[in-house]
């Protein structure tokens, strides 16, 4: 492979897979902070704001670190993936949880189609709202 074109790669790799990668972050690290830690959203926002600079640094660091480019764009696929399956297995956990302790009225549970709402709805509830 030229010079060139690795460079070019590296440079993709370190753009967007940065950002792509501090996004992933920061929304399996919004549920963890809410759930672990007992953060309200604002503070668990907040934090996970700031891991994601962490996270977009540390991988524009490594794209030019790592020896292969199939290495690095595996290894951005796999962290990428996780922190998507952590996100959603928090955000599936909770619509789980409160569509079975409801109580059933005759009225069909009201479901939520965007992980925001769900965080939303488990940040009030447990403010007590």
Same mark, same amino acid.
């Given at each position: 492979?030229?010079?060139?074109?690795?460079?070019?790669?590296?440079?993709?790799?370190?753009?967007l897979?940065a950002?792509?990668?501090?996004?992933?972050?920061?929304?399996?690290?919004?549920?963890?902070? &809410?759930?672990?830690?007992?953060?309200?959203?604002?503070?668990?926002?907040?934090?996970?704001t700031?891991?994601?600079?962490?996270?977009?640094?540390?991988?524009? &660091?490594?794209?030019?670190?790592?020896?292969? &480019?199939?290495?690095?764009y595996?290894?951005?696929?796999?962290?990428?993936?996780?922190?998507?399956?952590?996100?959603?297995?928090?955000?599936?956990e909770?619509?789980?949880?409160?569509?079975?302790?409801?109580?059933?009225?005759?009225?069909?549970?009201?479901?939520?189609?965007?992980?925001?709402?769900?965080?939303?709805?488990?940040?009030?509830?447990?403010?007590?709202?």
């Amino acid at each position: 492979m030229s010079n060139t074109l690795t460079l070019t790669l590296r440079l993709i790799a370190a753009t967007l897979g940065a950002y792509a990668m501090a996004v992933a972050s920061s929304l399996a690290m919004v549920p963890l902070f &809410i759930k672990l830690l007992n953060s309200l959203l604002a503070d668990a926002v907040y934090a996970a704001t700031m891991w994601s600079y962490v996270v977009f640094f540390a991988v524009f &660091i490594c794209a030019f670190s790592v020896s292969s &480019i199939r290495r690095l764009y595996l290894g951005l696929l796999v962290s990428g993936a996780l922190c998507l399956a952590i996100h959603f297995a928090f955000v599936s956990e909770s619509a789980n949880s409160s569509t079975t302790g409801s109580s059933n009225t005759g009225k069909k549970a009201e479901s939520v189609h965007t992980p925001t709402k769900k965080i939303v709805q488990l940040t009030h509830a447990k403010a007590g709202k």
